[in-house]
């Protein structure tokens, strides 16, 4: 039982039932002893009745109405006076006066004896079944509600429990609807005494990690101020020096190269920094997924030129709902991945198309690929493949494209292409989700 | 006829529920799977129909012997399962993957095997009862009564057996193992003894001062423990043997256990 309401439902009608029910049984039990009581004195009025009946001479014919339900007998000093139609010849019982139980006429009756003036014996029975049904008819009719009546109470108690944990189901809606950037304090109206220490735990919980998101982003935009600036220096200073030297002087290359990969460096990790899904403030808007392509494409053309590599976009128009700045961003990232890995003379295709009205993006290349078991390791922060530092990558690149993925609650995944080398899938939601 | 009704359905109802409330509550703290209950929930109907048509041949059979030795030897088969059920348990903390679907096949053998019996019991009781307009509505309500009181306090011993401590709940569903099925063998004696198959023995004592054999509380005890108010030497010794024989199976889990584990 995994629901509180569930739980608390079958507990309290369990109990209920127990408590109830063996209640009624007692009450069922003191009621049959108290019919039965009422009983014996009919029992014994009867025998009042008869003895007067026989004293005043009235016909006692009147007492042998219930047929086969009523007996009697009068005995006088071991003599038979009078008996009811179908009352055994011997006497039923004992003579001393009181209740028993007798059995004569293939039933079980129950007797009063009563011992009158001149040594008169009145001795009448009532059949002890018959008596028995009789009060327990009487007697279901208050237990039968209780029965009748469980289902509804169970539905009440169904009913009022859900009610109860309204607050907790109000508290859990809200931090379940919440978007997973909005860290304000949740607010439950007057929440009950056991709820109030949840939420304020809660409350001081969303409070510093939004603190901590806070220092976060902060960090992030100072340290990119912080880097750019002396890179910006460095890149002067190493122009002043190229005035100085030979052109195409060795160390100056390098320093060059250097320079631009700590640039490249430093904007990756920037981006990984700024695409973090627990961070990032998406500007969404409507677009059309091919159109963000052509534009990117276009972009990243002269990148390509330089290897003698193909570059080719296909697909037609595939409405969505993203963020323009951060797709460009994971395209740019993968056709970045792809000049790089891709020998020179690759061919590189992107293409747009809508599967089942959903918009998938792919990115194709003729390059060396990537191994089935290294694919879902490309995704962690400064993996490159085969741990090689040959190429100039940050090992960053695919770790940004899988945050954009996730902030826009895509799916990614890697396959092998039809052009031979590497094939990236990256499936949208409709542009109405 | 209420009370009796009462009484006779609660028996039944009672004995199943308590047995299947420890069970669960042995899977839950084992963190098992529940698809034991539900293999033994529809095995039980088919049993409980099949019951019921062979129900005459069934009881003309071994000399008008044969319902009661059936039902002896569903006792003595739930007895069996419940000893297998300790001694896989006891193995299960300890390589759960490997011990859960034998647990689950002798928790399912059990529940089929008590349910069988006692389901068979009240439908006997309440069809004999449909057909006699005079104490249909005292049979049904009384059974209806007896039902809710048994599976209630099923309900409630489960959440008893799970607010207990983790490391308490395998020990105490054990013990109460123990006695429910020395409880079934001690009734399996029982009616193998009305029906003259093991000898009727002189009695060792008389606790019906203390509790009533015919009272609502011995008819419980009777339901749950097997109570016997007079017992023989021979009950007496099979109802000891049979707790001393859980005993062991929980011995000799441990013992295998720290055996494999060494290995």
Not at chain 1, 83 to 93: L, Q, V
Request: one cysteine or more; aromatic letters at 6%.
């Amino acid at each position: 039982m995994n629901s509180i309401r569930t739980y608390l439902v079958v507990m309290l009608v369990a109990a209920f039932s127990l408590v109830s029910f063996i209640a009624a049984l007692n009450g069922y039990l003191s009621s049959m002893r108290e019919a039965e009581k009422l009983l014996d004195k009919q029992l014994a009025h009867a025998s009042d009745i008869l003895r007067l009946a026989r004293t005043e001479g009235i016909s006692s014919r009147v007492m042998d109405q219930r047929d086969g339900e009523f007996a009697f007998q009068v005995w006088r000093e071991g003599e038979l006076l009078l008996a009811s139609e179908g009352s055994p010849a011997a006497p039923i019982g004992d003579f001393s006066e009181g209740y028993r139980y007798a059995n004569f006429s293939g039933y079980r009756w129950r007797t009063y004896t009563l011992q009158a003036e001149n040594k008169t014996v009145f001795v009448v029975a009532e059949r002890a079944d018959l008596r028995h049904l009789v009060a327990e008819k009487v007697v279901l009719e208050s237990v039968l509600p209780l029965l009748l009546w469980l289902p509804v109470s169970a539905l009440l108690v169904w009913l009022l429990v859900g009610w109860g944990l309204r607050p907790l189901r109000e508290l859990s809606n809200q931090i379940n609807t919440r978007r997973s950037d909005d860290l304000s304090p949740v607010r439950v109206r007057r929440p009950p005494r056991e709820l109030v220490q949840l939420i304020d735990s809660t409350n001081s919980l969303f409070a510093r990690l939004a603190a901590a998101f806070e220092r976060e982003k902060q960090f992030a935009s100072h340290a990119a101020h912080e880097l750019r600036t002396p890179l910006s220096v460095l890149k002067v200073h190493l122009h002043n020096i190229a005035a100085d030297l030979p052109p195409g002087a060795p160390a100056l290359e390098h320093a060059n190269a250097g320079v631009e990969r700590m640039h490249h460096l430093v904007e990756q990790i920037l981006d990984l920094s700024r695409t973090h899904p627990e961070l990032i403030q998406a500007k969404f808007s409507e677009l059309d997924l091919h159109s963000l392509c052509q534009r990117v494409t276009a972009a990243a053309w002269p990148r390509f030129t330089g290897k003698a590599q193909v570059l080719s976009l296909e697909g037609s128009p595939a409405p969505m709902s993203g963020d323009p700045a951060l797709l460009e961003t994971l395209l740019g990232n993968l056709l970045d991945n792809a000049a790089k890995y891709c020998p020179r003379e690759a061919e590189i295709r992107v293409s747009v198309s809508m599967e089942d009205g959903y918009p998938v993006l792919a990115v194709d290349d003729s390059g060396p690929g990537i191994p089935a078991h290294e694919r879902q390791r490309v995704f962690e922060r400064f993996y490159r493949m085969g741990g090689s530092g040959g190429s100039s990558g940050s090992g960053l690149g695919m770790s940004i494209v899988a945050h954009i993925v996730t902030v826009h609650s895509a799916r990614i995944e890697l396959v092998d292409s039809d052009l031979g080398g590497l094939g990236v899938r990256i499936h949208f939601p409709a542009a109405s989700s | 006829m209420l009370i009796n009704s009462v009484v006779l359905v609660l028996r039944e109802v009672l004995e199943a529920s308590v047995l299947i409330s420890v069970l669960l509550a042995m899977t839950v703290s084992l963190r098992l799977s529940l698809r034991w209950l539900l293999l033994a929930l529809p095995l039980t109907v088919v049993a409980v129909v099949l019951f019921a048509f062979s129900l005459d041949s069934m009881t003309d059979a071994l000399d008008g012997a044969g319902q009661e030795v059936v039902s002896a030897l569903l006792q003595v088969l739930v007895f069996v399962a419940l000893v297998c059920v300790v001694f896989v348990a006891t193995r299960v903390g300890r390589s759960a993957s490997v011990m859960a679907q034998p647990m689950a096949i002798f928790m399912a053998l059990a529940t089929l095997c008590a349910l069988t019996r006692e389901c068979s019991e009240i439908l006997i009781y309440i069809t004999g009862f449909a057909t006699s307009e005079e104490h249909r509505t005292a049979v049904f309500a009384g059974s209806a009564i007896g039902a809710t009181i048994g599976l209630s306090v099923g309900v409630l011993l489960y959440a008893a057996l799970n607010s207990l401590p983790e490391r308490r709940v395998i020990p105490v569903c054990h013990a109460l193992l123990a006695l429910i099925g020395a409880g079934m063998v001690m009734q399996s004696s029982m009616l193998l003894e009305q029906v003259d198959w093991l000898p009727s023995a002189r009695q060792l004592w008389d606790s019906n001062v203390l509790v009533n054999e015919q009272s609502l509380t011995g008819q419980l005890l009777y339901a749950v423990f097997g109570y016997e108010a007079t017992p023989s030497l021979l009950q007496v010794s099979l109802y000891l043997g049979s707790v001393a024989l859980v005993v062991c199976a929980w011995w000799a889990g441990q013992v295998v256990g720290s055996t494999v584990d060494a290995a």
